[in-house]
């Protein structure tokens, strides 16, 4: 169980859905820096799984050999690519992930780490998107919840259209890649979750926490 | 004792048929030597088995040309006509007249007058559609541009019978010809005689396209299948006897009957209903052709028959191989085309008789024409050995010499040996995303006719170093196998790896045996052929039983991951079978295998569609 006195390192899986990576300039660049990083596990599910079949157990093992469960991907019409969506639909299985003897999954960490084309601003009532990216994503918010995991506030970047600066790209890379390793080093206070809304606000809090 | 004679009889050819076909095969030399090597045996000179007086086997013989030419004509559809009109009109138009040409001038010649001279021409022209059709199938040549050729020829020589049936009374020598087996026995003049038959093929064809065709629909509707087949029959049957009756070749009736079916829409039914009988039928001809050989004939005269049957064989080797070449045939091709229709043809017995029946010969030039078109057809499956055994070797042995093109792209990601059915998709694929790839192909024809098309292939053999050099293997990413020769893939792969090793390989495997060899020479990306199509087919199967298209996918999808896995576990252990025989019941054992495994395996698991059902 993830803590921050956990000696042991964290092992992390990065579920990541992307269905046109060559054309991605900012997940591309998020991948490449978390890819090669110890203890870390990059499951890439449009590469792993094309044609859609999604295969229940090697995705089960995999969710049950790694404490914490990142979910990256671009929001697509307020919700993650259909593969990902294939992949909630057949992996987390009642007797598995939920129901009496469903526990599997307990007490494991899940992050939602996401770009939005739009900006934070769009987000909000008087925004274009109405909602705000954390009510948009209480569907995943939930359905972690359900499979007794611990939801963590969500890791965004957004306003990706108008994201032209180089510099400034480098300093979400630099964001995530922080993101996770403190997530594999167990260096989060468990604490802090509730008090903020996104997961950026305490990694900005504390440029070098570790 | 009527009954106790035919079944003798038939027993008398199915021994002979089963006894020496068998070890004609054997010896490589084809059934259809062994088919008239038996009739030889049976035959009146030998045996004397069947046949006592002449009348059982040529009776015999009769029914194997009739039902043969019947089913000729079924295979001769106006669309195939259509497509190959240019090698039959051009081609075989040319054999036709030629041949007719230097053998009536060779008659003329030996002092034969020059009217029976064009007639022996006509009669020699012809090859034998039996033989060659059969043989080149045998030998899985006919879809080889010689085989094609010699179709077309074949076809033309066909369609060429009926025009010489129409002239062969005009060249009559006395001008007043008599047939003296004409049933009605009135006396015909020449010019009415070809009336007849132009006023009988007129018959059968409007016959079978306005009464033939009705009656048949209403017999289909009627779902009685051996009525149908009797109704075929009765048709072939009918028509036979009616030529006979006004005096003309049964054989050239059913042969015109099966064009005119071969038009409607049953003829796939009447071709699977008759197509059982067609290899019986064909080898009861063949035997028949052995049976009326004239033995004591060629006894008394033995040099001039050989001499006959030698010029017969090599003025029509020698005339064919010059079309051959006229037509830009390939020079191996054109010895298969030269070899597979230098003999005399079936038609000949008939325009042989109908020709002495005109007069047009005498009975003796007759006798000595039939022996000498008879033995020309036993000498076929020897040309066609010869051919196989002497010829052709020496072309594909001066292959690997033939100077690989020069190739001048170099810096290319991917080389793909072999360019086909199955590379030029993969060729093409690449070329769309535009990926840059250097081409081999070993065909000399298929790298002409791609080049043709636009796409720059390079002649050459894939297994050589120094072309793998040439097309940039030590720069490369990927080398593509996509050739069907499975020796020449695995020699590639042996080449590639130890030469370089860095080139990923991805090969075309043949079958599950070929994948196996290549998997044991590490060759991981294995690609065996027909597994996709095989599997996109069950999934239309399923949605069409009513499976939704998403599981009819999924089901196969499933059983595509469960048999790449199995391959790979057969694979190993199968390495130490090295028996062949060990490797044919390893292969059966193992379909077994599958079978059972299949059957205890869940399917891929997508319980998480289902509610939730707690226990």
């Not at chain 2, 030399?29 to 004397?48: E, F, M, Q």
């Not at chain 2, 006229?326 to 079936?346: P, V």
């Not at chain 2, 130890?498 to 044991?520: E, M, S, T, V």
């Amino acid at each position: 169980m993830p803590t921050s006195t956990e000696p042991m390192a964290n092992k992390v899986l990065i579920q990541f859905a992307h269905p046109a990576l060559q054309k991605s300039r900012v997940n591309r660049r998020l991948i490449t820096a978390v890819r090669n990083l110890e203890n870390v596990t990059l499951n890439d599910l449009y590469e792993e799984y094309p044609d859609f079949s999604v295969n229940v157990r090697r995705e089960q093992q995999l969710l049950m050999s790694h404490d914490i469960i990142v979910f990256q991907h671009p929001l697509y019409w307020y919700s993650c690519p259909a593969l990902l969506k294939e992949w909630e639909d057949l992996v987390l299985q009642y007797g598995f992930a939920y129901g009496a003897q469903g526990t599997k999954l307990n007490g494991k960490w899940a992050l939602t780490a996401i770009t939005t084309g739009g900006p934070t601003s769009a987000y909000q009532r008087d925004g274009s998107n109405y909602f705000t990216i954390r009510e948009l994503l209480r569907p995943f918010e939930q359905t972690v919840r359900f499979c007794g995991m611990v939801y963590l506030p969500p890791f965004v970047i957004s306003g990706t259209l108008a994201l032209k600066n180089e510099d400034q790209i480098a300093g979400y890379v630099a964001l995530y890649r922080r993101a996770v390793e403190s997530l594999r080093d167990g260096s989060f206070d468990a604490g802090e979750f509730e008090h903020v809304s996104y997961l950026n606000e305490i990694l900005q809090r504390s440029p070098a926490a570790a | 004792m009527e009954t106790e004679g035919l079944l003798f009889q038939a027993f008398v050819y199915l021994l002979a048929a089963v006894a020496t076909v068998p070890i004609a095969k054997q010896l490589g030399l084809g059934s259809v030597l062994g088919y008239l090597l038996a009739g030889v045996i049976i035959g009146p000179h030998l045996l004397a088995l069947v046949g006592h007086g002449g009348g059982g086997v040529m009776h015999v013989a009769e029914f194997g040309v009739v039902m043969m030419l019947f089913l000729v004509g079924l295979e001769l559809r106006p669309n195939l006509l259509w497509r190959l009109r240019g090698p039959i009109v051009g081609t075989g138009g040319a054999q036709v007249i030629l041949t007719t040409l230097a053998v009536a001038g060779l008659a003329l010649a030996i002092g034969i007058r020059i009217k029976p001279a064009l007639a022996i021409g006509m009669i020699f022209s012809a090859s034998s559609t039996a033989i060659a059709l059969q043989t080149l199938t045998e030998k899985g040549l006919l879809n080889s541009k010689g085989g094609q050729t010699s179709f077309s020829v074949l076809l033309f020589q066909d369609l060429a019978v009926i025009p010489i049936l129409a002239i062969l009374p005009l060249l009559a020598v006395s001008g007043s010809a008599v047939s003296p087996s004409s049933a009605h026995g009135a006396e015909v003049a020449p010019w009415q005689r070809a009336l007849i038959v132009v006023g009988v093929v007129a018959a059968i064809i409007a016959g079978g396209r306005f009464l033939v065709r009705p009656v048949f629909r209403y017999l289909a509707s009627l779902r009685l299948h051996e009525i149908f087949t009797a109704a075929a029959l009765l048709l072939v049957v009918g028509i036979a006897l009616a030529m006979q009756k006004v005096g003309l070749s049964p054989a050239l009736g059913t042969f015109l009957a099966g064009v005119v079916l071969a038009e409607s829409e049953y003829r796939h039914e009447l071709e699977s209903d008759i197509e059982p009988f067609k290899g019986l039928l064909l080898g009861l001809f063949f035997i028949s052709v052995g049976a009326s050989i004239d033995l004591p004939l060629i006894k008394s005269q033995p040099l001039v028959i050989a001499g006959l049957v030698f010029s017969l064989i090599t003025v029509k080797f020698l005339l064919l191989f010059f079309i051959g070449k006229m037509t830009r045939l390939e020079k191996s091709q054109n010895f298969t085309f030269a070899f597979a229709l230098a003999q005399g043809g079936e038609f000949a017995f008939v325009l042989i008789s109908f020709a002495a029946q005109n007069q047009v010969i005498d009975q003796r030039i007759g006798n000595l024409l039939v022996a000498t078109v008879a033995l020309s057809m036993v000498m076929a499956p020897f040309l066609f050995t010869i051919n196989e055994r002497l010829v052709q070797p020496s072309f594909s042995s001066q292959l690997p010499d033939r100077e690989a093109d020069e190739i001048d792209e170099k810096d290319n990601p991917v080389i793909l040996a072999g360019f086909g059915r199955f590379g030029h998709i993969v060729g093409r694929v690449l070329n769309l995303q535009r990926i840059k790839t250097t081409v081999l192909d070993l065909d000399a024809d298929q790298v002409e006719l791609v080049r043709k098309l636009g796409v720059k292939v390079f002649y050459g053999d894939a297994s050589r170093l120094e072309l793998l050099h040439a097309a940039g293997a030590d720069t490369a990413k990927l080398i593509i196998i996509a050739i069907d020769d499975e020796e020449k893939s695995l020699l590639i792969v042996e080449t590639v790896q130890k030469h370089f090793p860095k080139l990923q390989i991805l090969a075309r495997a043949a079958g599950r045996d070929h994948a196996y060899r290549l998997l044991h020479h590490g060759v991981d990306h294995i690609f065996r052929e027909t597994l996709g199509s095989s599997l996109d087919l069950s999934v239309a199967a399923l949605r069409m039983l009513g499976f939704r298209a998403y599981e009819a996918q999924r089901a196969a999808k499933a059983f595509r991951d469960y048999d790449e896995q199995t391959v790979r576990e057969l694979a190993q252990y199968s390495e130490d079978e090295s028996q062949l025989i060990a490797q044919a019941k390893q292969r059966i054992s193992s379909l077994d295998e599958i079978f059972q495994i299949e059957r205890h395996r869940s399917p891929q698991p997508d319980a998480g569609w289902d509610p939730p059902q707690p226990t």
